[in-house]
């Protein structure tokens, strides 16, 4: 039996102290092999941010390539992509040994003007630049600047977007503005910030959401709300060394995703950002990432300072079992400490790299919570991948072969499939998913222990308790244009009161309705379809004028959560990802 729990207890202890200390150590201890190692080769960049297109065309290059990406140019389940490895990977593409269209060539372009800094192409300049080559002297750069001691790119970032929404009757709105700095020190440090403002005027199911759980689904502590309209600023940035030839550090403060699917029941990037320590080991065909985090106890009220003592050590492991197959292991173990523990803080145990937490975690004899996972990937015939994850919070054999729908058996699975050129349409892309998670799934006895970062699961968005299918479907007609249709039903039980059946992973599995004959949609069965047409034509590189159109439905036994929203709207992006509510 797999024991999955672990003590809520206090502190007061200075905790960024203990954490940054902790975190720190090993963190200064690569910062010093970097400083006095030899010269490394492989220069370190910054990383593609979550949510780029540029992520999307490399999963698709390397499924047309025919074959998979070495862990050195990037590995895309656990989805850290270096900007230097991109420009290498792109320049070297075989264009000779793989059918291209003309939108594939521009894609392959665009690819090249992103990452700029380090590629070879001399098409990334722009054919007129501003003020004497001091603005846009690169198409991808509002302002740039290399010398053989740094480069820097700085580039404004705004999201403008204006609709309607019929079940509140009332206009929605996303205002957003800020600015994003990126670069590198001699090649062997890099640095990347992000930081906005935002003004929203929420739809209904985001307000939905904010009644329920007091968050914006992404965002962190509210500057001002009248429960309509929200403000808040959203920041992350990181610095990154490269501290050997196989080994890269990043320090900051930000999200991750770790899957191949639309969803992940690993770790995804649905909450707010946080502090993490990352390690990314890549050599020979295996891919190797330690990421060691601090998430956010939120709590009401929260004018005071938010208390922490929350944490999570997370590792994914894969490898390259042939050309086209990639096998992955993943464990998280999320816990606490307080003045209960010999340790206050971030548990030192967890910082080594390299063993596996479970045994730690059995040999403290501690209650936290461990998740583990194996998922895989299979490139074939240069039009398809097939995926899938498997994963377990906690289980008893002896009750999975009984089939009694014990309390204890906690898992999640994942399979999925992308075809690319489908009909042998260039750029027709459809990508099809099926989510299915047991209830309780992450839960623990104390809500502190959950898989919850500031009120926001951080793996599925709903939780628990839930049975989901998601279809996108993707083409590209012309070089700038870009239509996406996504279909979601997510199925699942939802609570009324008290009661807890299962999808809500903060409620503690104490407080269960029964210990056996647990199914997926106990509770007030509820039915979540989701509509969604973008149609985005990039004006120049990054600026995007986007339309959505979502249609939103949820029809539940007796009517009690039934709701239904249509919401167009218009918008220009530039410089940032498109901002999803797929929930």
Not at 3 to 12: E, I
Not at 284 to 311: C, D, R, S, V
Not at 426 to 451: K, V
């Amino acid at each position: 039996m797999c024991s999955l729990t672990f003590t809520f207890l206090k502190t007061n202890i200075n905790l960024h102290f203990c954490f940054m200390n902790l975190l720190v150590k090993p963190f200064i201890i690569f910062l010093t092999v970097t400083i006095f190692a030899p010269v490394i080769s492989i220069a370190q960049s910054s990383y593609v941010p979550l949510g780029s297109n540029s992520i999307y065309l490399l999963d698709r290059f390397e499924i047309k390539s025919g074959k998979l990406a070495e862990p050195t140019e990037f590995n895309s389940t656990s989805k850290l992509y270096k900007r230097a490895s991109i420009a290498q990977y792109v320049d070297s593409f075989n264009v000779s040994r793989t059918a291209l269209s003309k939108q594939d060539y521009f894609n392959l372009d665009y690819l090249q003007n992103d990452n700029f800094e380090w590629s070879n192409s001399e098409n990334t300049k722009s054919s007129k630049s501003i003020l004497s080559s001091k603005i846009y002297k690169h198409k991808a750069a509002f302002a740039d600047y290399s010398s053989k001691e740094f480069n820097i790119v700085v580039n404004p970032i705004t999201y403008q977007q204006f609709g309607y929404d019929t079940r509140l009757k009332d206009m929605v709105s996303l205002q957003c503005s800020g600015i994003e700095v990126r670069g590198s020190i001699k090649g062997s440090v890099s640095f990347y910030t992000q930081i906005t403002d935002e003004v929203i005027h929420t739809n209904s199911w985001v307000r939905d959401f904010y009644q329920k759980d007091s968050v914006i689904p992404g965002a962190g502590y509210l500057k001002s709300n009248d429960s309509k309209t929200f403000n808040y600023n959203l920041a992350s940035g990181y610095i990154s060394f490269q501290a050997s030839k196989h080994i890269d550090i990043q320090f900051g403060h930000g999200k991750n995703f770790i899957g191949n699917g639309y969803r992940t029941f690993y770790l995804s990037d649905f909450s707010t950002n946080h502090l993490f320590l990352r390690l990314n080991t890549r050599f020979w065909k295996i891919n190797y990432t330690n990421i060691f985090g601090e998430i956010l106890n939120y709590q009401q009220p929260h004018e005071a300072y938010l208390p922490k003592w929350h944490y999570y050590a997370a590792t994914h492991a894969s490898i390259n079992l042939t050309k086209n197959f990639n096998l992955g292991l993943f464990q998280t173990i999320v816990f606490q400490r307080d003045s209960g523990y010999s340790n206050g803080s971030y548990d030192p145990q967890y910082l080594n790299p390299v063993i596996f937490y479970k045994p730690i975690e059995n040999g403290l004899n501690s209650p936290d919570k461990a998740i583990l996972g194996v998922d895989f990937k299979y490139n074939f015939l240069k039009h398809f991948s097939l995926y899938g994850q498997a994963v377990i919070s906690e289980f008893i054999l002896s009750e999975i072969i009984a089939n009694n729908g014990s309390i204890a058996n906690k898992q999640a699975y994942q399979l999925g499939i992308k075809c690319i050129d489908i009909l042998d349409i260039s750029t027709l892309d459809l990508q099809l998913e099926y989510n299915q998670a047991n209830p309780y799934m992450y839960t623990s006895f104390n809500r502190l222990n959950s898989y919850i970062n500031y009120n926001q699961n951080m793996a599925h968005p709903i939780g628990a308790n839930l049975r989901e299918l998601i279809g996108v479907l993707r083409y590209q007609p012309i070089n700038r244009m870009t239509i996406k249709l996504t279909g979601i039903y997510t199925t699942y039980g939802n609570d009324t009161g008290q009661s807890n059946y299962g999808k809500n992973i903060a409620l503690s599995y104490y407080n269960n309705t029964h210990e056996y004959g647990n199914f997926i949609g106990q509770g007030v069965l509820t039915h979540l379809y989701i509509f969604d047409l973008t149609v985005s034509h990039m004006l120049k590189h990054n600026l995007f004028l986007e339309f959505k159109a979502t249609y939103r439905k949820v029809s539940s036994v007796g009517g009690i959560f039934d709701s239904e929203t249509f919401s167009p709207t218009l918008g220009v992006r530039w410089n940032i990802g498109e901002r999803r509510w797929d929930f």
